[in-house]
């Protein structure tokens, strides 16, 4: 099943903004929008966003979401060092009646 | 507080069975769909199946399809991945999670098929 696409790695320096990008099409990401989860090292992932732009609790206002067609973005402003992590999107696939995931990018913090 | 605590990974040889569960607290689990996504080492996430509410409506991954099957007992607020036929490449950690989004992971259950 097709997933959603990343670019593999992302590298900014502290207090940058970075800006991640997921790439699907009209079937997914065109439609639903994406989630964004945060993944560290040997942690289960965290959801960070969803429908889009919507925060859960705790959630840093640092972060926020947008989709433009079949791209969805994760933006990150005043990077820290704790924002070094792997990020996913997911959204569902109403063509092939399953979630996908992103591949996942590693953001480096330098 | 939402707890999601998955059991039963470890060893299996492949061709082999293995059931994994998942006990749920903290919120109204009669309520949500739940999922298994899983990561085989070092890579990314993989969703594998879900399961409505009520169970009546339950989606897989090409992958597993046939092999796997997903269910649930609401009185006991636990979710179950019932794995068949396992293969090498079947090898991940896997997760529950609450959904629609996501919003909630277990720790995950280690799975390893080898001979």
């Known amino acids: 099943q097709a997933g959603l696409t990343q670019p593999p790695s992302v590298s900014k320096g502290l207090r940058q903004t970075a800006t991640l990008t997921c790439t699907g099409n009209?079937?997914?990401?065109?439609?639903?929008?994406a989630a964004w989860l945060q993944q560290h090292q040997g942690h289960p992932p965290k959801l960070l966003l969803y429908?889009?732009?919507n925060r859960p609790s705790g959630i840093s206002e640092r972060l926020s979401a947008s989709r433009s067609g079949n791209t969805a973005s994760l933006t990150i402003t005043g990077l820290q060092p704790e924002d070094e992590a792997d990020y996913y999107c997911s959204t569902w696939d109403s063509s092939l009646s399953a979630w996908v995931f992103g591949g996942g990018t590693k953001l480096t913090v330098l | 507080e939402v707890q999601l605590v998955e059991s039963g990974g470890g060893l299996v040889q492949p061709g082999g069975s293995l059931t994994l569960s998942c006990a749920a607290s903290g919120f109204t689990f009669t309520s949500y769909w739940m999922s298994w996504v899983r990561q085989a080492p070092g890579k990314g996430l993989e969703w594998v199946a879900n399961?409505?509410?009520?169970?009546?409506?339950?989606y897989y991954v090409d992958s597993v399809r046939g092999r796997f099957t997903i269910s649930r007992d609401n009185a006991k607020n636990s979710l179950y991945l019932q794995m068949d036929s396992l293969r090498a490449e079947d090898t991940a950690i896997y997760y529950c999670?609450?959904?629609?989004?996501?919003?909630?992971w277990g720790q995950g259950a280690l799975v390893t098929v080898s001979s």
């Open positions: 399961i409505r509410q009520d169970g009546g409506e339950k």
């Open positions: 999670a609450k959904m629609p989004d996501f919003d909630y």
């Open positions: 009209s079937n997914n990401v065109g439609q639903q929008g």
């Open positions: 429908k889009n732009n």
